[in-house]
């Protein structure tokens, strides 16, 4: 068996093997299977591993692997160029480039040792390795890098999102914890420019989001807002909640606390060209088709933070990154950051937060106050129409529901046609004429015929009552159906007070006043008393106390999206003050009992007031309904001073105050 020294004799003939292998090719001994080095004598492995030149080859060996690696990643991202995201192109370019740049110097290696041999001076494993230390140094670190994002992570199996986010995240994280170390070897500078050149698509599309609301540059989808109903158009009342949304798992570290802001400035933006060329096509001084030419001319201040301190401290002019580089083809951004560098050096962080986070903030605060000013202003009437919903849901307009109301509880009773929507809203639109206010035009009832077993009795037969309330465009997006079911929940609610405050009102008697007729005007008293406490408390405390918040809290909103979480904090809060949520179900129905007792009674006390004088008079069902009444008030009292006590629903202290005046049910 000969030793492997015997087939190798000159030095020379071992650095050319180490070339070879470095540039990822087969050698006489050695072969590449896939990214590992093995002999192609087997025989002669543990006699090689025992030879003193293997220990000075170890070294190359990894290196010779590591690039290997690389090289492996970035022809499979050369190869797949057509479904890889462009950030991950951009990383794998920027490696190539360093690929190159190692190949250049072998071949330079190479020329050199040729010429040695000419002169008889030739190279030495030793000056080969001397002139590679550096390159080992960076090639360790780009292999480290790939491994820790592309190997560890698995990146080949994410989406495009999940890649470039995590892409971008690590590299940030990277130069985080770069920076706070020694930067012997300089490769913060090298993983600033990988984390540069990345993060440049990103940003291009991240610039079209926010100043025009396109995702049209995102061809990869790889951006951190994705399209949700892609069928849906923008004057849809729910493109603003379903249209546009923060995809899952995709949102780069350095960007997650203003996520909901980048979302929203897009959102605002995309909403604000419509409304642009709404505006326009109404204007005389453009017409419409004029107006579809019409482009304002935006700043771009966030597009490269790296960019901007560049600019600041080298006096760099042009616009953008893009521009710079085709202009100054030979130009080293390298270079350039390691001079900047050497000037000042701030944590990524610092770079971060002055350079991109503020500058998307200052753009989210200035595309929302221009949408909420004209939203507010006189082209949209938001406030007006928020006024118009509460005019109609929460019967502000006193006089148009007193008459209206007081039509349909009479159709209802003599079962004429309250269910017909036609006639329903034709004789509240003439009311209405009467008492004219902001909105009433777009008010529409709708109803559900009742079926053959519900009784007129029934106070639930108002659930069967809708209103809507036809909001144009964009206001829609605020009062869309969602919040018009909030909206009647709280109607129908406030009609069951209003039908059984009628029904107790409008009762009197000319009879004289026997025992059994006392007896009914006392239970009359006691439901009144109930209907008109409830009633109070529903319109003083809850619905004019909230309004004054809410109108107050508007005033200083700073988006559309506080808009309408406020909007819906004020739903929700009027909901459950007027015990209406899911929570307070039993309450509820205990409440509206007694409210349906009210309709028993008026039914009851005119069979009694109209029967035959000679007949004796009915007293059981007035007597097993003043005890309905007694046992159900009596448990809500009980009900409410347990929640009271807990401090779970504060407000109710006044609600409890009002039936429960005097103590007089704790008394009993």
């Given amino acids: 068996m000969h030793h492997p020294l015997q087939t190798i004799e000159e030095e020379e003939e071992w650095i050319e093997e180490i070339f070879l292998l470095l540039l990822g090719h087969n050698t006489t001994h050695f072969l590449w299977k896939s990214d590992e080095i093995t002999l192609k004598n087997k025989e002669c492995k543990e006699e090689w591993i025992e030879n003193t030149v293997f220990k000075e080859m170890e070294w190359f060996f990894l290196m010779a692997k590591r690039i290997k690696v690389l090289s492996s990643f970035v022809h499979s991202k050369m190869i797949s160029m057509i479904q890889t995201c462009k950030s991950l192109q951009r990383f794998s370019s920027e490696i190539n480039d360093h690929l190159k740049s190692f190949w250049g110097l072998i071949g330079n290696l190479q020329l050199d040792n040729q010429k040695r041999k000419k002169a008889q001076n030739k190279l030495t494993i030793k000056d080969v390795q001397l002139n590679l230390v550096e390159s080992y140094k960076l090639v360790s670190f780009l292999y480290h890098i790939h491994k820790r994002i592309v190997l560890d992570r698995k990146l080949d199996d994410l989406s495009n999102r999940e890649t470039t986010s995590l892409l971008l995240s690590q590299l940030y994280e990277m130069l985080t914890d770069t920076w706070l170390q020694e930067d012997k070897h300089g490769m913060y500078d090298v993983l600033l420019r990988l984390f540069q050149v990345s993060l440049e698509p990103y940003l291009e599309i991240l610039e079209n989001w926010i100043l025009e609301g396109s995702l049209e540059l995102d061809s990869f989808g790889e951006f951190m807002i994705q399209r949700g109903n892609i069928s849906m158009d923008f004057y849809h009342p729910h493109f603003w909640d379903q249209c546009f949304q923060i995809a899952p798992n995709s949102v780069p570290s350095f960007l997650i606390t203003i996520q909901t802001e980048i979302l929203i400035a897009g959102k605002t933006e995309k909403i604000m060209q419509v409304i642009r060329k709404d505006l326009t096509s109404k204007s005389d001084e453009i017409q419409p088709e004029e107006a579809l030419f019409i482009k304002e001319e935006k700043p771009r201040p966030f597009f490269n933070f790296f960019e901007s301190l560049l600019e600041e401290k080298l006096s760099i002019k042009d616009s953008y990154l893009g521009e710079f580089l085709l202009e100054n083809q030979n130009y080293s951004i390298i270079n350039a950051s390691q001079s900047f560098i050497e000037i000042i050096r701030e944590p990524i962080h610092v770079l971060n937060e002055k350079h991109l986070i503020q500058p998307i903030l200052d753009q989210f605060r200035k595309s929302s106050a221009q949408f909420l000013n004209i939203l507010l202003g006189p082209d949209y009437l938001l406030k007006s129409h928020l006024s118009a919903m509460r005019s109609l849901f929460f019967m502000k307009e006193g006089f148009v529901f007193e008459e209206f109301s007081q039509h349909l509880f009479k159709e209802i009773i003599n079962g004429e046609q309250w269910h017909n929507e036609n006639h329903l809203n034709s004789r509240f639109q003439e009311i209405c004429s009467e008492f004219p206010f902001f909105g009433m035009n777009l008010a529409h009832w709708q109803t559900i015929k009742p079926e053959m077993d519900d009784r007129i009795s029934n106070i639930y037969l108002l ?203 704790s008394k009993s």
């Fill in 463 to 665: 659930e069967k009552i809708k209103l809507d309330y036809l909001a144009p465009w964009p206001i829609n997006i605020l009062l869309n159906e969602q919040a018009s079911s909030r909206y009647n929940k709280i109607l129908v609610f406030l009609l069951q007070i209003k039908r059984a405050k009628s029904a107790v009102d409008e009762l009197h008697s000319d009879r004289p006043n026997n025992a059994t007729i006392h007896k009914l005007l006392l239970l009359k008293n006691k439901l009144i008393q109930f209907v008109n406490n409830l009633q109070n408390y529903v319109v003083n405390r809850v619905l004019k106390g909230l309004w004054a918040d809410f109108k107050e809290s508007i005033k200083s909103a700073s988006s559309f999206d506080e808009i309408q979480r406020l909007h819906e904090q004020y739903l929700s809060d009027v909901r459950d003050r007027c015990l209406l949520n899911a929570k307070a179900t039993l309450v509820m129905t205990t409440i509206r009992k007694i409210l349906g007792l009210c309709l028993q009674f008026r039914t009851a006390m005119n069979d009694c007031i109209y029967a035959d004088p000679d007949k004796k008079p009915v007293i059981f069902d007035f007597t097993k309904l003043d005890t309905e009444f007694e046992q159900s008030t009596l448990f809500l009292v009980t009900v409410l001073k347990k929640i009271v006590s807990q401090k779970r629903l504060v407000h109710l202290e006044e609600l409890l105050l009002r039936i429960n005046y005097n103590n007089y049910y």
